[in-house]
């Protein structure tokens, strides 16, 4: 096994070692309650289990109440968001134990996620504003080299990227076609935008929304009626509505 993979395999070892070892000491705790030093640790597990569980439901609490007063609240949400981040991958795994599938979960937490952004209200310039659309939105024969500049596009019409092109001109948005998630990141660290339309597979999404942590990215799914990463397509219009939600209008305050 080489060492990236021992990495990984080591850490897995470790964290159920971990588990292992607190489950060892909770019963060796219970079973000598009698010593003064074993009520104490109980004690003091105990108060560190009951703060932890305190925050993350204050912080589930914060998503709802700003969700409900539908305005953003920013004390309650930074805290809404760690939570928000910390619980994620829990929360996939309940819904997994209900039988709710993956898409549906990841569909929800977009949402969810998009509405967050929504309510910030944010009056951002055209060139603050960052449109990352996949590669396989590209049609599979097209021999242009859209993701070194999307400018290469020559706008025939054959897939979407043409009309993505000309409303990111007529809003004064940047445009970039990526291959995945490692771009996504590179593109968004150099260009550094205050915010995101970002358009993808619930998978790629709802990781994008995570990765990009303090930038408001709103999600648009696309369309794969050729399935998964082949000739895909997005609801234009939805696309032009995150980007309005978002963008500074004459009149609108800065
Ligand atoms: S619209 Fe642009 S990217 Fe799409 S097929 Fe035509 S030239 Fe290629």
Same mark, same amino acid.
């Given at each position: 096994m080489? $060492? @990236? @993979?021992?990495?990984?395999? *080591?850490?897995?070892a +470790? &964290?159920? %070692?971990i588990i292992l070892l607190i489950a060892i000491l909770v019963y060796y705790l219970m079973s000598n309650k009698d010593i003064i030093l074993s009520q104490v640790?109980? #004690? &003091?597990? $105990?108060? %560190? +289990? +009951?703060?932890? !569980?305190?925050i993350?439901? !204050?912080?589930?609490? &914060? #998503?709802?109440?700003i969700i409900i007063r539908a305005r953003t609240i920013p004390s309650l949400e930074t805290l809404g968001q760690r939570v928000n981040e910390l619980l994620f991958p829990l929360a996939l !795994? $309940? *819904?997994?134990l209900f039988g709710i599938s993956?898409? @549906? #979960?990841?569909q929800s937490y977009i949402a969810v996620n998009n509405h967050l952004v929504g309510l910030k209200e944010l009056r951002l310039q055209g060139n603050q504003i960052l449109i990352l659309a996949p590669h396989c939105l590209q049609d599979a024969e097209c021999p242009h080299k859209i993701t070194m500049d999307i400018n290469n596009c020559k706008g025939c019409?054959?897939?979407d990227i043409a009309s993505l092109k000309k409303m990111a001109q007529d809003h004064n948005a940047l445009l970039r076609v990526v291959t995945g998630g490692t771009l996504a990141r590179k593109v968004v660290t150099d260009i550094r935008p205050r915010g995101v339309i970002a358009i993808a597979c619930e998978r790629d999404l709802s990781l994008g929304i995570h990765d990009m942590g303090s930038i408001p990215v709103l999600g648009v799914l696309n369309c794969r009626p050729h399935g998964p990463c082949f000739n895909t397509g997005v609801n234009l219009e939805e696309v032009e509505k995150a980007l309005m939600s978002i963008t500074k209008e004459d009149g609108k305050d800065a």
């Amino acid at each position: 096994m080489n $060492t @990236k @993979k021992r990495i990984y395999i *080591g850490l897995l070892a +470790a &964290s159920l %070692m971990i588990i292992l070892l607190i489950a060892i000491l909770v019963y060796y705790l219970m079973s000598n309650k009698d010593i003064i030093l074993s009520q104490v640790l109980l #004690i &003091s597990l $105990t108060v %560190m +289990a +009951a703060i932890l !569980f305190i925050i993350l439901l !204050f912080g589930i609490i &914060s #998503i709802v109440i700003i969700i409900i007063r539908a305005r953003t609240i920013p004390s309650l949400e930074t805290l809404g968001q760690r939570v928000n981040e910390l619980l994620f991958p829990l929360a996939l !795994f $309940t *819904g997994r134990l209900f039988g709710i599938s993956r898409e @549906k #979960i990841l569909q929800s937490y977009i949402a969810v996620n998009n509405h967050l952004v929504g309510l910030k209200e944010l009056r951002l310039q055209g060139n603050q504003i960052l449109i990352l659309a996949p590669h396989c939105l590209q049609d599979a024969e097209c021999p242009h080299k859209i993701t070194m500049d999307i400018n290469n596009c020559k706008g025939c019409g054959k897939c979407d990227i043409a009309s993505l092109k000309k409303m990111a001109q007529d809003h004064n948005a940047l445009l970039r076609v990526v291959t995945g998630g490692t771009l996504a990141r590179k593109v968004v660290t150099d260009i550094r935008p205050r915010g995101v339309i970002a358009i993808a597979c619930e998978r790629d999404l709802s990781l994008g929304i995570h990765d990009m942590g303090s930038i408001p990215v709103l999600g648009v799914l696309n369309c794969r009626p050729h399935g998964p990463c082949f000739n895909t397509g997005v609801n234009l219009e939805e696309v032009e509505k995150a980007l309005m939600s978002i963008t500074k209008e004459d009149g609108k305050d800065a």
